[in-house]
Structure formats: structure tokens, C-alpha cells
């Protein structure tokens, strides 16, 4: 059976020229992932550090810290801004979401 959160290597991904193939392990308690309203990136010389949250006002919480080298981060950017370009190319443009106020979150009022 095929995992379906497997993600086939690309050409350039390996150090090798030639066709390799990496069986990752995906903990299954990993495969809903987890929920992230804002986000914290900072750096070293060495690795970027980027801790995603979940921010409910009065209180937040830290769902996952991912830290990668400076040359992964550029990858990754990469990748994203691909995927971005498919998204809206299917869906639609995406207008970047308002600035966080900084309790984290713009106060609503009814009217």
C-alpha cells in the first residue's frame, strides 16, 4: 500500500545523480497535523526557527517548532511561493491577511 503522505524526491533532491528512493516513516499521530493562527520565524548564522501557534486571546500556545538551515529556508520559500502561484491559479487570487493587532487578533464588534 502506498502512504499518501508520501512525497516522491525531486531531481536535485539527493547528492546522488542517480535515482535513490527514501522510505520515510510518518508517525500517524502526526497525519492530521496540527491547527497554526500565527507564527514566530527567528534566526541564527546557523538555522531559522519557526514556531507556529495557536493565539486565543488572553492565552496562546506553541503547536510546532520547525528549525532548518538558511539554505532549506530558501528551498522552502521557494516551494511555497510555487504552490501559492498553483493555488491561485486553480482558486483564485488570495489577499494577504491584515496585520495582527498585538494581542495577536483584530477586536471584532457587533453591530
Do not use: W
Request: charged residues 25%; without cysteine; glycine residues 6%.
Amino acid at each position: 500500500m502506498t502512504d499518501p503522505y508520501a512525497t516522491p524526491l525531486r531531481k536535485g533532491d539527493t547528492m546522488s545523480k542517480e535515482k535513490q528512493e527514501v522510505k520515510v516513516n510518518f508517525p500517524e499521530r502526526l497525519h492530521g497535523g496540527v491547527y497554526a493562527n500565527n507564527m514566530l520565524v527567528r534566526h541564527t548564522r546557523e538555522e531559522f526557527i519557526m514556531d507556529f501557534l495557536v493565539v486565543a486571546p488572553p492565552t496562546g500556545a506553541v503547536t510546532a517548532r520547525v528549525i532548518i538551515s538558511p539554505g532549506h529556508m530558501k528551498r522552502v520559500i521557494a516551494a511555497l511561493q510555487e504552490n501559492m502561484k498553483k493555488y491561485e491559479q486553480s482558486f483564485g487570487q488570495v489577499e494577504a491577511a491584515p496585520e495582527p493587532t498585538p494581542s495577536g487578533f483584530h477586536s471584532f464588534t457587533k453591530h
